[in-house]
C-alpha cells in the first residue's frame, strides 16, 4: 500500500465519519424539536402561573420578568383545595382498583374459559367501545339518582368501574399466555380463580401497569360526570374546583394555572413510576405471542 | 401406584377422531410409551387421562376408579409438560412446593419433601433461582420434580425430552427410566422417537391415526409386528416391504415379485394358505435380515447397488431388485467394495420374513 492509497482510504473515512455525524445531527434536531412541541404547553403553564395577573403582553413574553410565587398561595386558598385533592384521590383510587381488578378477571375468562355465546358478548362489549360517553350521560345520572347517589363517592365511581378497553386489553394479554401453564395448574390442584390469583395476576404487571396509567389518567382529569353528580362543593373534585377560576367574565390564568400545575403533579409522578411496566408491556406481548 | 385401564376411549374434535375405540390395560407400577407420528392422538389419549381433555365415548380407570367424570386434581395423576410449563414468577422452590401448597400440605412438611426430591434430582443448588436462569437440562429436571413431589398414583409425561439436545437426551432417558423404577410409579410416556420408546419402555403402545395398531413389549413390536404400519415405523431403517403374489408352481406355492419368484417353505405355506384373503400380498424383510453377495449364491436375487447410506458405524445399500429398492446393511467384511452401479445379490433370511395382506397390511405370518 503506497502513501496515495492510505491518505485515498484516511478521506473515505473521513467522509463517511462526517456523513454519519450529520445524519445523527438530523436525527437529533428532529427529536429536540418533537420534544419541544410536546414540552411547550407544560413549560407554558408554569411560566403563567408565575406570571402577574395582568399578564396579556404584547408581545407575550415565555420568561416573567418577575416571579410571582404568591399566585400559588392565593390559588390555593381562593377555595378548599385539600378537600377536592381528597376527593379526586378517593375516586381515582376506587375505579383505579376497581378497573383492574375487574377488568383482569373479565379478560380471563373472555381469554380462557369455554362458555356459550363468549365470542358474542365479546364483540358486543367491544362494540360498547364505539358509543360516546355524552350519549350514556343522561341515564347513567338518572341510574344513579335512582340509587340516591347523587353526591357520594359511590356515584362517581360506580359508572367508571367496569371499562371494555381494560378487558380487551386483559383478554389479549391473557391470549398469549402459554397453555400449559394453565393446563399444569389445573392439574397441580387450581381452581379458576387460584389460577387467576397465583399463575396470571403476577405475570400481568406490564398489563396492569398499562391499564393503571389509563385509568389515572382518566379519572383524575374526569370532569363532565363529577360536575353533573355532584352539587355538594364538598364532593367537588379538584378538575371542578380548577373551573372556578373561569368565570362568566373572564379567566384568571395566573391562578387556574398554578392550581393547574399542582395538580398535575400525581399524573407525571404515576406515569414515571410505571413507564418502565409500561415499555416493557410491548416487549413481553410479542415474546409472549 | 395403581393401575390404568382404558376402555373404548373416543375423542373427537369437531369431524376428526383425533381417538378411535381405544383399549389399553397398563399394569400397576409399568412404564408404557404411547408411540406414534404427530398428530396420531396420543397427546390427545394422555390429556384424557390428566383430565385436561373429556372424551366422547369410554372410561378411564386409575385403580378401581372410574375418573371420567374426575377433575384433574382430584385424579391424583402428575403430567410432565413438553414445554415444562414451569411458573415463570416462582422460584424453583416455589415451582416444586406449588402442588403441595394447593393440596394444604402443613409448610414443614412441603419442606422436607420438596428437599428430598431436590436432592434426588441433584437441583439442590438452584432452588433460589428463577426458572429463566436454569439451562434446559435443568429446568427439564425441576419439571420432573414438580411432578414427583407429589408422589401420585400415575405419571404422564408428554415429550419429556424433545426440547433438550440429543447427547443429554441419552442420558435423561436412562435417568428417567431409574427413577420411575425405583419409585414405581405406574407412567405412560408419550414420545414420537422410536428409540426413545424401545429404549425405556416396559411396553410399547404404537398409535397411527387414533388407533391402537400394536400393544406389546419393545422385541415383540419389533420382531413381530402386528401390520406394515408398524413395520415400517419402528425400525430404521424400516423395514422392506415388496408386494407380491402367491402363485402356485410345481404344486408349491411361492411369492412372484418383478419377474421373480420366492418359494415358500412348508412351515410358511399352511398358515399363508389358511389366512390369505387374496392373492395379493406383501412380504416384509428387515435390513439386517437380507444378506448381500458379490457372487451369486443358491436363492439369491440379482440387484443393483443405486445409493449407499453411511451411518458411521455402518452403511446401508439402496439394492434395485426388480421394480423394488430394498435397504440392506453392507456387511462389514465386504467393507468400502461395495459401489454404486454394482450388480450385486441378495438372499433372505427365511425365518425372519413377514407376510402381510395388501388390502388391510395385516399380518398372516
Redesign the interface.
Known sequence: MNERDISQATVRNLIKRIAGIVRRTWVHIFLLTLGFVVLMPFLWMITTSLKPLELMRVPPHLIPTHFYWQNYAIALESAPFGRYYLNTIIVTIGIVVGQLFLSSLAGYAFARLRFPGRNILFLVLLSTLMIPIYITLIPSYLIIRGFGLVNTYLGLILPFLVSAFGIFLFRQYYIGFPKDLEDKALMDGCSRLQIWRHIFLPLSKPAFATLGIFAFLFAWNSFLWPLIVTTDPDMWTIQIGLAMFSGRYGTQWTYLMAGTTISIIPAIAIFIILQKYYIKHLALSARLG | MAKLVIKNLVKRFGKTTAVSNLNLNIKEGELVVLLGPSGCGKTTTL?CI???ETPDEGEIWIGDTLVNDM???DRD???V???Y?L???MTIYDNLA??LK??KVPRREIDVKVKKVAQMLGIGELLDRKPTQLSGGQQQRVALG?AMVREPKVFLMDEPLSNIDAKLRVHMRAEIKKLQKDLGVTTIYVTHDQIEAMTMADRVALIIEGTLQQHGSPSDIYNHPANTFVGTFVGSPPMNLIECSLIEMNGLLSLEFGGFVYKLNKNIVGITEKKAGGSELVLGIRPEDLTLHLNQVEGSYEGKVSIIESLGRESVAYVGVGADILKIFVPKTLGFSVKVGDKVWVSFDEDKVHIFDKKFGKILI
Open positions: 390429556r390428566a383430565g385436561l377433575s384433574p386434581k395423576v402428575a403430567m409438560f413438553q414445554t410449563a411458573y415463570p414468577h406449588f402442588p394447593m393440596g414438580a
